[in-house]
């Protein structure tokens, strides 16, 4: 049996692994949320690690909030390459095996076609540069290690993301103003949960970076119509196109994940 800690897991991708988990046979779970543990803070880490015996960690802690990070830059930093600098260097120290989860924001989203995992990362936002540091830290220190870039996740049943946001916008009767100024691919966090699981957790496949994402390339207002049409809404609320729609952070134009 397999002892696997899963850091990070109060959040949206977290609770979905903990939910499909117990259909998992072979490996046994330790879920830890921020509360439990804190990436960042390496003494406590340490502890924890040394005395679980784990054989696999899955790092799902992360800074998300993409807006925020422009304006305190460091504590994203602290989390998602500082932190993840401490769970490499414990990882290696252990030999525990790490499972971190990266983003299409590594990217700058010039090229046209879709990204592969040869291609140069160049972000171009506070959170992407600070996400591709954490890469940079597993690779320099562990080789026991995956990397898996998703893009655009969401959960219907857990935690803030777009579809949810929209969602519940659209039952309020609200208008729903959405940018079509990028392409990408949503991810939901079941098929990523699958996809950890039978390729990753399995041993099947070599370490190293991988892209996933079980989506079809659209924008966030084509997306938006599909969250409508699966929920009965289309036609029902007033979705509007809004290039305007204002944000800090600078986005990747195309990060469509090949
Ligand atoms: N959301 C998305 O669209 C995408 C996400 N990803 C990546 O996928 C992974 C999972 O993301 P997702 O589930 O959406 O993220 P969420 O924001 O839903 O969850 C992240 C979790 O990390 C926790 N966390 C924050 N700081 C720390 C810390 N110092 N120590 C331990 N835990 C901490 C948060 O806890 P608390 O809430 O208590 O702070 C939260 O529960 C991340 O690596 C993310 O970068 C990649 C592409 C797209
Ligand atoms: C909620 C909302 C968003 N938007 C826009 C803003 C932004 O350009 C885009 C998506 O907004 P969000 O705030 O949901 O997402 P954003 O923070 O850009 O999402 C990113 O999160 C990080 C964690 C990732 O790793 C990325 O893969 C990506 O999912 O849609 C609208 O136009 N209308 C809306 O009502």
């Given at each position: 049996?397999?002892?696997?800690?899963?850091?990070?897991?109060?959040?949206?991708?977290?609770k979905t692994l903990m939910d499909l988990s117990p259909l998992?046979?072979?490996?046994?779970?330790?879920?830890?949320?921020?509360?439990?543990?804190?990436?960042?803070?390496?003494?406590?880490?340490?502890?924890?690690?040394?005395?679980?015996?784990?054989?696999?960690?899955?790092?799902?802690?992360?800074?998300?909030?993409?807006?925020?990070?422009?304006?305190?830059?460091?504590?994203?930093?602290?989390?998602?390459?500082?932190?993840?600098?401490?769970?490499?260097?414990?990882?290696?120290?252990?030999?525990?095996?790490?499972?971190?989860?990266?983003?299409?924001?590594?990217?700058?989203?010039?090229?046209?076609?879709?990204?592969?995992?040869?291609?140069?990362?160049?972000?171009?936002?506070?959170?992407?540069?600070?996400?591709?540091?954490?890469?940079?830290?597993?690779?320099?220190?562990?080789?026991?290690?995956?990397?898996?870039?998703?893009?655009?996740?969401?959960s219907?049943k857990f935690?803030?993301?777009?579809?949810?946001?929209?969602?519940?916008?659209?039952?309020?009767?609200?208008?729903?103003?959405?940018?079509?100024?990028?392409?990408?691919?949503?991810?939901?966090t079941e098929?990523?949960s699958?996809?950890?699981?039978?390729?990753?957790?399995?041993?099947?496949?070599?370490?190293?970076?991988?892209?996933?994402?079980?989506?079809?390339?659209?924008?966030?207002?084509?997306?938006?119509?599909?969250?409508?049409?699966?929920?009965?809404?289309?036609?029902?609320?007033?979705?509007?196109?809004?290039?305007?729609?204002?944000?800090?952070?600078?986005?990747?134009?195309?990060?469509?994940?090949?």
């Amino acid at each position: 049996m397999k002892k696997v800690i899963v850091t990070g897991a109060g959040g949206q991708l977290g609770k979905t692994l903990m939910d499909l988990s117990p259909l998992w046979k072979g490996f046994q779970f330790d879920f830890k949320t921020s509360k439990e543990s804190d990436i960042t803070n390496k003494e406590n880490l340490d502890k924890l690690l040394s005395l679980g015996q784990y054989d696999i960690c899955i790092n799902c802690a992360a800074f998300t909030n993409v807006e925020q990070a422009e304006i305190t830059p460091e504590i994203a930093y602290d989390v998602n390459a500082e932190g993840v600098k401490n769970l490499a260097l414990l990882c290696k120290e252990h030999q525990i095996t790490l499972i971190h989860l990266s983003t299409d924001y590594v990217f700058d989203g010039e090229k046209t076609e879709s990204y592969t995992v040869q291609d140069k990362t160049n972000p171009i936002n506070e959170y992407g540069k600070s996400k591709l540091k954490g890469e940079e830290y597993i690779r320099e220190i562990l080789t026991d290690h995956y990397i898996i870039r998703t893009s655009w996740l969401y959960s219907k049943k857990f935690g803030h993301n777009f579809y949810r946001t929209i969602l519940k916008n659209a039952l309020e009767g609200k208008e729903l103003r959405v940018t079509d100024d990028q392409m990408g691919r949503p991810t939901n966090t079941e098929a990523l949960s699958r996809f950890i699981n039978e390729e990753i957790l399995t041993g099947k496949t070599p370490f190293g970076t991988y892209h996933f994402s079980d989506g079809q390339p659209t924008t966030w207002y084509g997306f938006a119509q599909q969250i409508l049409e699966e929920n009965g809404l289309s036609g029902k609320v007033n979705l509007v196109l809004d290039r305007n729609y204002r944000t800090f952070a600078k986005r990747p134009k195309n990060s469509v994940l090949g």
